[in-house]
């Protein structure tokens, strides 16, 4: 629940300069409007009229979204929106006027914000039309569909969301102006927090133009700074999901957003996750401590009040240091043979909230390795950075040249390499009992290491043979001991 009252004089400001886009005013009581929007009512004084007035509490609100800038001048198509309405049996396309005001603010309606022009427009319109719908029933906005989405069809709904968007960067920007116009001055709380909570899904997949990355990261900056002052209370949306926390989610949502500042590089290669990623990441933002889905560095940054003399992430010392207490080296299929479910996502949920004391007595030596595994995976930038991993396939089975290539990763990259090499040779050291020699080892790390992504069939199977050769050639010759 959202809590009531007027939380600060800024508040009370904010809300007397800009009016509600849909306020108690427009019902005709305060109990009607509370249940006919979702919202919870604040009361504050209109200083301007000298009367008592009534708003709804809102999420983010930037009463400037898209009316500032070039942006909005380029690429947004304020004035017309199409709107589909029955007319008999037939589906007619009519023309809605759309208020400036209303570009920054929720609406009811789904309509889409890009212009679309050119030879491709029809299609480019129809493909937005079905991301702003999409957006709209994950939110549980859209009429004629389910009031709640649960859990579960949220996920499917994002993932077809992810997969619709994904191959269009006007379609990926549609994605992001129409989530941050839902959530802003949204008048239901559920609402708006399920927008933030897709905000925060989307922004690990792919992110907004060069031209719109200002405008977003601004958005949640100011949304950031705002509940730093004037916190809202967790907001319920769901029995089988945790409550969400707008300033857990918009914070996670700025860190993510970094890998995609146009002076960051070339923009990362956009995958849409598999179904189980994503359920992970609906409530990744509710573990700030986590050590899951970030860069190197970022891991190091979060860690550095804790423990501030480690020179890798604490996770990777804490899960080697699980696997060989619970008897790994003398496990047949370490780090082939996967844990039950369960037990990953209890040993999962405890790293998570950042705690590192783990109770080994009866854990399997296949549940931290294969978290271990997983970590690797999921980190935000491949262990193996991408130009290594052109010039490491380039090496071909050359020794020398191979081990030279590698020493040439960044040093926590390659702290953190070394780690884990030292790990796999005392696995193979006991290859009669654990059935893993160098390129078996090579075979199940090389995906999460080198992270690789090929549209072609044919690539993909190349590339597979030949980062696993790599990478077990260097297990065997990679002289830790100069590193």
């Not at 992430?313 to 496990?331: C, F, M, R, Y």
């Not at 997983?374 to 050359?398: H, Q």
Request: proline content about 7%; glycine content about 6%.
């Amino acid at each position: 629940t959202v809590s009531a009252g007027v939380q600060s004089p800024h508040d009370q400001d904010l809300y007397v300069e800009q009016p509600s886009y849909m306020e108690v005013s427009d019902f005709r009581s305060r109990s009607k409007a509370k249940a006919t929007l979702g919202g919870t009512l604040r009361t504050f004084t209109d200083r301007k009229r000298g009367s008592t007035q009534d708003a709804l509490v809102f999420v983010p609100y930037d009463a400037t979204l898209f009316t500032q800038g070039t942006f909005a001048e380029r690429h947004l198509d304020p004035r017309k929106r199409r709107k589909f309405k029955f007319v008999g049996k037939a589906v007619e396309a009519a023309e809605k006027v759309v208020p400036q005001e209303q570009w920054n603010a929720y609406t009811p309606e789904g309509v889409t914000m890009m212009k679309y022009e050119g030879l491709e427009s029809a299609e480019l319109a129809k493909g937005g039309d079905e991301i702003v719908r999409l957006i709209m029933v994950y939110m549980g906005d859209k009429r004629g569909e389910k009031a709640k989405v649960s859990k579960e069809d949220s996920i499917q709904i994002a993932f077809k969301l992810l997969n619709k968007a994904h191959s269009k960067q006007i379609w990926r920007d549609e994605v992001y102006c129409t989530m941050c116009r839902q959530t802003n001055r949204n008048p239901n709380p559920r609402s708006a927090a399920l927008g933030l909570e897709l905000l925060a899904l989307v922004s690990n997949v792919f992110g907004p133009s060069p031209d719109l990355f200002p405008i977003v990261a601004e958005y949640c900056a100011k949304a950031v700074e705002r509940e730093e002052r004037s916190p809202t209370e967790d907001i319920d949306v769901d029995a089988d999901r945790p409550p969400i926390s707008v300033l857990l989610f918009v914070r996670y949502c700025m860190r993510k957003l970094r890998k995609y500042q146009p002076s960051s590089g070339p923009p990362p290669a956009i995958e849409v996750p598999a179904l189980a990623i994503l359920r992970r990441l609906q409530t990744a933002p509710n573990f700030p401590n986590s050590p899951f889905g970030f860069s190197l560095q970022e891991i190091m940054d979060a860690q550095s009040t804790s423990h501030p003399t480690a020179d890798i992430p604490v996770v990777v010392k804490v899960l080697v240091s699980a696997i060989i207490d619970t008897g790994g080296l003398e496990a047949e299929g370490l780090f082939r043979i996967s844990a039950s479910s369960s037990q990953q996502d209890q040993l999962r949920r405890v790293l998570e909230e950042g705690s590192y004391q783990l109770d080994t007595r009866s854990m399997s030596p296949h549940t931290p390795a294969s978290i271990l595994k997983n970590w690797v995976g999921e980190l935000e930038e491949p262990l193996v950075s991408r130009d290594i991993y052109t010039r490491l396939l380039g090496a071909g089975k050359d020794v020398d040249k191979l081990v030279s290539i590698a020493q040439d990763l960044p040093p926590l990259n390659l702290r953190v390499f070394c780690t884990l090499l030292g790990l796999w040779r005392r696995t193979i050291e006991n290859i009669s009992v654990t059935k893993m020699g160098a390129s078996n080892l090579a075979l199940v790390w090389s995906p999460g290491l080198f992270q690789a992504t090929h549209a072609d069939p044919e690539m993909i199977i190349k590339a597979s043979k030949l980062e696993s050769e790599a990478l077990a050639l260097l297990i065997e010759h990679f002289p830790i001991a100069d590193t």
